[in-house]
């Protein structure tokens, strides 16, 4: 039985709308982030403007548009990021825009009429989009998403936006060439092949991703999963950033994954990304661990994040946890739904990725065999 196919149980939820479930839930992470009222209050503002057109509608019991964001089709996640260049928590919103239909191509339409709202209304560029729609609007119907939308929120810092297209919308045949040639039309004309082609049978694309800014920062990110990887070959993958130094994700691996793999429930997924000043190498990656296939319940979750953590983030991610949760963690499994380790020529990044579970809750497993811990003569490392 995979992940998603769990029984599951309903929440209350229903009984709101979208806007207020994620309302109440970003007031959650921006207030144990140090986040001032009037920022949590701009931040709430923002994301009733994000989604006109759909916030206001009662979440119902049963999804109208499934939406492969949640496990339960819900269509919103968050994330809380600790570390990185900045040192700053970073709250996250991520989204699919609700279309009036459920087809790919009325998914399409929709997120594109939002990334017109979000450049007239927020100075979001969209030069990147314009340089590599073609190539991902949809013509699969098999296409499981069209676009994603994000937003980044730090204390006294502007609102960044990013974009997720799908590198399979025209047939999943066709992703790696999509991918390419969207990088060469956005200045990375030879990139590098060790970080673009699949190095195993059980590797796809998964995303396509742009920062909507035109800064020198500005980030282009290719996503791959890896189905029944293991540590070793997740290690090879991010290999091919430049700002890869060998064993920085011992402590991840040991932590959050607590073996070698292969890991063969929901894949691990990582990104290579690139800005303006790379060339044909990617300059950063990031690992994701699909935490929720992996732990009996969301305790143990907690308790595995917390020890990847130190002061002051521990505390901010304690609050956090507390506020955003809606039930015993050890009730149920899947709020924690990612954990990401990112690097990019500084500190490490940690990204705990959390579901509002605003449909069901998947029930707690009662146990999860163990298998060889990393370092032990047995463990599986290649």
């Known amino acids: 039985m995979s992940y998603r196919e769990m029984p599951r149980a309903r929440t209350n939820a ?69 570390g990185g260049a900045s040192g700053t928590p970073e709250v996250r919103v991520l989204f699919e825009t609700r279309a009036p239909g459920a087809s790919i191509h009325e998914r399409w339409v929709a997120g594109l009429d939002l990334c017109a709202r979000l450049e007239r209304a927020h100075g979001a560029s969209l030069d990147g989009l314009r340089c590599v729609a073609d190539l991902f609007a949809p013509t699969d ?43 060469r039309r956005l200045g990375i ?24 800014a035109s800064t020198l920062d500005a980030r282009v990110k290719a996503y791959k999963v890896h189905r029944g990887a293991t540590r070793g070959d997740i290690d090879a993958e991010l290999a091919a950033a430049a700002s890869y130094v060998p064993g920085l994700l011992e402590l991840f691996w040991r932590t959050i994954a ?13 990104y290579l990304s690139w800005r303006a000043d790379d060339d044909r190498r990617p300059g950063a990656g990031t690992a994701h661990f ?33 506020a955003f949760a809606d039930r015993p963690l050890a009730s149920g499994v899947g709020m924690h739904a990612y954990v990401s380790l990112s690097f990019d020529h500084g500190p490490p990044r940690v990204t705990v990725y959390l579901a509002p579970e605003g449909y069901d809750v998947a029930p707690p497993r009662p146990y999860v065999v163990p298998r060889p811990r990393i370092g032990t003569t047995n463990a599986k490392s290649t």
Not at 36 to 55: P, S, T
Not at 195 to 210: E, I, P, Q, T, W
Not at 261 to 268: E, N, S, T, V, Y
């Open 14 to 82: 229903c009984e709101r709308s979208f806007l207020e479930v994620a309302v109440a839930k970003l007031n959650a992470l921006t207030t144990a982030a140090g986040f001032g009222d009037g920022e949590r209050a701009g931040a709430a503002r923002l994301l009733g403007d994000l989604f006109v057109g759909w916030g206001d509608e009662p979440i119902r019991a049963a999804p109208r548009m499934q939406s492969d964001i949640g496990d339960d089709h819900f269509p919103i996640e968050f994330s809380l990021a600790f």
């Open 141 to 183: 119907p098999s296409a499981r998403y069209a676009m994603w939308h994000a937003v980044c929120l730090r204390p006294n810092c502007e609102p960044k936006f990013k974009l997720y297209v799908n590198p399979e919308a025209r047939g999943a045949g066709r992703a790696p060439e999509v991918v390419v040639d969207a990088l």
């Open 189 to 212: 004309a030879h990139p590098a092949p060790e970080a673009v082609r699949f190095r195993r049978a059980g590797d796809r694309y998964k995303f396509f991703s742009l920062d909507l």
């Open 258 to 270: 607590g073996d070698d793999g292969p890991f063969d429930g929901l894949p691990i997924s990582t």
């Open 290 to 322: 699909p935490i929720r296939a992996y732990v009996c319940n969301d305790l143990v979750a907690r308790d595995r994040v917390r020890r990847m953590l130190v002061a002051p983030d521990l505390a901010v991610y304690d609050r956090a946890i507390g």
